[in-house]
């Protein structure tokens, strides 16, 4: 059973920088795509980038040029967050996806990102 969860979220002002951690578990082969989304205070929830099992990645226009996926040997899937915006504000999620289709069935608890203008 896959299993991801999430770190690193805080608080930080305008223009500065966050990165995140989802520490994933659960399977054996490199057989997930993964994907982090957000949710504004009293929005829907957003995709933000995906990163495929090649590791190749596709963004969102809001986090084009800003934020960097990657993953390591270890299992573990980052965001890099650069020019945070009071925009950025928001709960981050990351999810699994086995079908790497961009409906992920695995998703964590979530990490806080407040950005202060």
């Known amino acids: 059973q896959v299993h991801v969860a999430e770190s690193g979220g805080g608080s930080v002002q305008a223009g500065g920088s966050l990165k995140l951690s989802c520490k994933t578990s659960?399977?054996?082969?490199?057989?997930?795509?993964f994907g982090w989304f957000r949710q504004p205070p009293g929005k829907e929830r957003e995709a933000v980038v995906f990163?495929?099992?090649?590791?190749?990645t596709r963004y969102a226009d809001s986090a084009r040029g800003r934020f960097t996926i990657s993953k390591d040997n270890d299992k573990t899937v980052y965001l890099q967050m650069t020019s945070l915006t009071p925009e950025d504000t928001a709960m981050y999620y990351c999810a699994a996806d086995r079908g790497c289709d961009g409906r992920p069935q695995v998703w964590g608890q979530g990490t806080q990102v407040t950005v202060s203008s």
């Open positions: 659960g399977y054996t082969y490199n057989i997930y795509c």
């Open positions: 990163i495929g099992t090649d590791g190749a």
